[in-house]
């Protein structure tokens, strides 16, 4: 995929109304420790029915592991999801976490249409 396509693809992401980065963070954080670990980010995207192989994995984690600890933070992790352009990422960050506080299901957080876009970008 073309970096272009996936800066298009981040851009209607950030357009969903119920999309927010705390909440996807919290979707692969299930440890809540601020971390994503490579077992958490393949879980995920097993549970969103993308079953990437291990090489996938490790090439996603790679790619935004500015650190290279082998997991990604909350600051890299808004790297991989937002759009570059300040307009959108600010539009992002300015919304609240809907399920903080609330007993959702992980793969619940959001609208289906946002989630198909969510596994889009990832």
Do not use: W
């Not at 970096?3 to 909440?23: G, S, W």
């Amino acid at each position: 995929m073309a970096e272009t396509d996936l800066e298009i693809m981040k851009r209607q992401l950030a357009m969903q109304t119920d999309f927010n980065v705390q909440d996807a963070f919290k979707m692969f954080d299930l440890s809540e420790t601020g971390d994503i670990t490579r077992r958490q980010f393949e879980e995920v995207f097993n549970l969103m029915k993308l079953y990437p192989t291990s090489l996938e994995v490790e090439l996603a984690l790679f790619r935004y592991d500015k650190d290279l600890d082998g997991r990604l933070n909350f600051d890299e992790f808004k790297e991989a999801i937002l759009p570059k352009d300040h307009n959108y990422r600010d539009l992002v960050m300015r919304r609240p976490s809907y399920c903080q506080g609330r007993d959702f299901a992980r793969m619940e957080f959001f609208l289906d249409t946002t989630t198909q876009k969510l596994k889009s970008c990832l």
